[in-house]
């Protein structure tokens, strides 16, 4: 059975940092990219970055670069996302999801775990 586990959110001030956590189980994704993900109430699902698990190159979206790094431990089958100076729009629900394409869109992303919820306060 294939998990994705994020953990790491929480209550953060603006300006702050926090670092995501995707715990992967279940089958091995060394051929997958990883990608995180975000929404905000009334809103659609953001894609943020996406990482190849084979050689670690990373892909940001422009609301992410400069502020966001995605990085992924192989011997602990973990994909980070770290978070810096962290505004209020940052609030979200966090989702890490895995991927045989090279895409941006949800749609193309095959696993997902279940969500952690970030909230920056002003």
């Known amino acids: 059975q294939v998990q994705l586990v994020e953990s790491g959110g929480g209550l953060v001030q603006a300006g702050g940092s926090l670092r995501l956590s995707c715990a992967v189980s279940g089958r091995t994704f060394s051929s997958y990219v990883m990608g995180w993900f975000r929404q905000a109430p009334g809103k659609e699902r953001e894609f943020l970055a996406r990482i190849n698990w084979s050689d670690g190159s990373a892909y940001y979206a422009d609301s992410a670069k400069g502020r966001f790094n995605i990085s992924r431990d192989n011997a602990k089958n973990t994909v980070y996302l770290q978070m810096n100076s962290l505004k209020p729009d940052d609030t979200a629900v966090y989702y890490c999801?895995?991927?045989?394409?090279?895409?941006?869109?949800?749609?193309?992303?095959?696993?997902w775990g279940q969500g952690t919820q970030v909230t920056v306060s002003s």
């Open positions: 999801a895995a991927s045989k394409l090279l895409v941006r869109a949800s749609s193309g992303y095959e696993y």
